[in-house]
């Protein structure tokens, strides 16, 4: 008998399916449109991610042909073959040409020193900028996303309060799908968020780190201009020969 009264008891009770899709369909196009942002923001991150840190990589690289090719060539043309077209060192290369052959209309030489000081800065710069395109998108979604994911979370309980009134009584099939919703999207808002600061504050530091070796290769470079080729850096294969040089 007893039995029987469960039995009657659970088939008469409502079957309301929980779940990830089931919540976003009790949300709606609210739900669904701070999804497909917050989904766009983690795709967007990941592909700066990947994009500038190629990129980076690259730079570094390149950085190797500097301090073993460029600098053991006897001039600023015969070094600037040796380097990759249209790669960071290049640039800054043909640039300090540029510059150098721009010398001679200075009439003042603290002036002619100014300009070429100042064209490897913009080139600097310029190169900088590049690399650091995008990262303010980063920036952006580790800042925003975690409130986007609020959002969700506001209009989910916001709906399973609406429900509770309509209903009278607070029974777990009618807050359940509401609150579910707003965890989920406050758990997304985070996955989203947190990946796009550690991306930011990572290429940030390895952003620093070329612009370090950029301005002491532009250092070096108007220090080599300047003394007519006279002042060279003191490179790793410079080191070795300087090493094998004293023990003879």
Known sequence: M????????????????FGFMEAMEQGGPVAWAILTVLVIQSIGSFYI????????AKVMRQYKKVRTQFWRANTLDEGATKLDKNSAWRQMVDDG?????????????LEAH????????????????????GLAFLATVGAT???????GTV???????????????????????????????????LLVAVPAVFAYNWLQSR?????ELLTGFSTDLLAYINSNGAVKPMTAASTQQAAKTAKK
Do not use: C
């Open 2 to 17: 007893f039995i029987n009264l469960l039995a009657a008891a659970g088939e008469a009770a409502p079957e309301t399916q």
């Open 49 to 56: 991610l990947i994009t500038k840190y190629l990129e980076q």
């Open 97 to 109: 040409i540029e510059a150098q052959a721009s010398h001679g209309k200075m009439t003042d030489s």
């Open 114 to 133: 100014d300009w070429m000081h100042g064209s490897l800065q913009r080139s600097q710069d310029l190169i900088m900028s590049r690399l650091n395109g």
């Open 145 to 151: 996303a975690p409130f986007v994911g609020l959002l």
């Open 155 to 189: 209009i989910g309980i916001y709906r399973a309060l609406i429900n509770i009134g309509l209903a009278g009584s607070a029974s777990i099939d009618k807050v359940a799908g509401p609150v579910g919703e707003a965890l989920i999207m406050t758990a997304i808002g």
């Open 207 to 211: 952003n620093k780190r070329i612009a």
